[in-house]
């Protein structure tokens, strides 16, 4: 059974950071490009980051660009997203996916 699990979510004062994990299990992780989505209160769910197999490239959304970066991990079959310099619109719960399977999400909140 595949499985992907985020956490790291939070409240945070704007400036802040946080990093947010997904953790994968039940599949073969090196087989996909691991995606970060967000879903912000009222709005539809948008890319945020994306990583290819063996971590050699990455993508991200322009609102997200020189703030958030995405790693992996494989030994430990765990992606992770560091996001520096939080904005208030960054507020929403974010998901990890592997083009197939979606985490539960985590929240992540920024207060102004």
């Known amino acids: 059974q595949v499985q992907l699990v985020e956490s790291g979510g939070g409240l945070v004062q704007a400036g802040g950071s946080l990093r947010l994990s997904c953790a994968a299990s039940?599949?073969?992780?090196?087989?996909?490009?691991i995606n970060w989505f967000r879903r912000a209160p009222g709005k539809e769910r948008e890319f945020v980051a994306a990583?290819?197999?063996?971590?050699?490239?990455?993508h991200y959304a322009d609102s997200v660009k020189g703030r958030f970066t995405i790693s992996r991990d494989r030994a430990k079959k765990t992606m992770y997203l560091q996001m520096n310099s939080l904005k208030p619109e960054d507020t929403a719960v974010y998901y990890c996916?592997?083009?197939?399977?979606w985490g539960q999400g985590t929240q992540v909140t920024v207060s102004s």
């Open positions: 996916n592997n083009g197939e399977n």
């Open positions: 039940g599949i073969i992780f090196d087989n996909y490009v």
């Open positions: 990583i290819t197999f063996g971590g050699s490239s990455t």
